[in-house]
């Protein structure tokens, strides 16, 4: 794997499915958010969320003319109003311009923050969830959710919290149901699908 010693690293190429909404401000910056739909070459598509300055978005004609392509990294937050997702996801770009073909890609090497789950799917195929902490500036981190499937599941099952893993593959969403007090409501999950996973 050549991208071991990358810490955060997103480039996506995809389609934006609506405009930007304002998001929040930081340090006298607004920042925006928009959905950005790429497909996997299964036909599935995945929507990301990205946020952005104000001052890196083009004109809304320009920004919905064509695929757009997004590079940056992937963030995560606690989403303590009690609505939707607990974990929300999102890539804070530090790029945007023209894309090309659909990409998903992220490079990761995080810090496994709780014991991996090795589960065994409906269909058969085993699969791990894990945890990482993935640095970031001022003594931050953000908290990943990471499946690997198969073999790389089976490999990191056992490791112990606190080993350093380099990742590399896509960001993919996933809708599911959740019930509460017998009510149902749609919920979309987000975690970063392994096509490379090992222990450094």
């Known amino acids: 794997m050549d991208e071991v010693f990358v ?14 909404r304002y998001s929040h401000e930081s340090r006298g910056i607004r920042f925006y958010t928009f959905p950005l739909q790429t497909r996997r070459l299964s036909g599935t598509a ?13 004109a ?5 003319a064509g695929p757009v392509r ?4 992937l963030r995560s937050y606690n989403n303590k109003s009690g609505v939707g997702n607990r974990l929300v996801l999102t890539v804070l770009a530090r790029e945007i311009g023209p894309g090309g073909e659909d990409e998903n890609h992220i490079a990761l090497t995080g810090t496994v923050c709780r ?10 195929r085993e699969i791990c969830d894990v945890i990482l902490a993935v ?16 073999q790389q599941a089976r490999d990191i099952a056992d490791v112990p919290v606190g080993t350093q893993l380099a990742v590399r593959g896509r960001i993919q969403s996933r809708a599911y149901t959740k019930v509460i007090d017998g009510e149902s ?12 996973v090992f222990p450094l």
């Open 60 to 64: 809304d004609d320009a920004l919905q």
């Open 7 to 20: 810490t955060n690293r997103a480039e996506l190429c995809g389609t934006v499915t609506a405009l930007p």
């Open 185 to 196: 409501f749609q919920r979309q999950a987000f975690e970063v699908s392994a096509a490379d």
């Open 115 to 124: 014991p991996p789950t090795l589960r065994v799917t409906p269909m058969g």
């Open 135 to 150: 640095s970031r500036r001022y003594r931050r981190s953000d908290y990943i959710p990471v499946i690997a499937w198969g």
């Open 70 to 73: 997004i590079a940056g990294e």
């Open 46 to 58: 995945d929507t990301v969320n990205i946020v952005a300055r104000q001052s890196m978005l083009p």
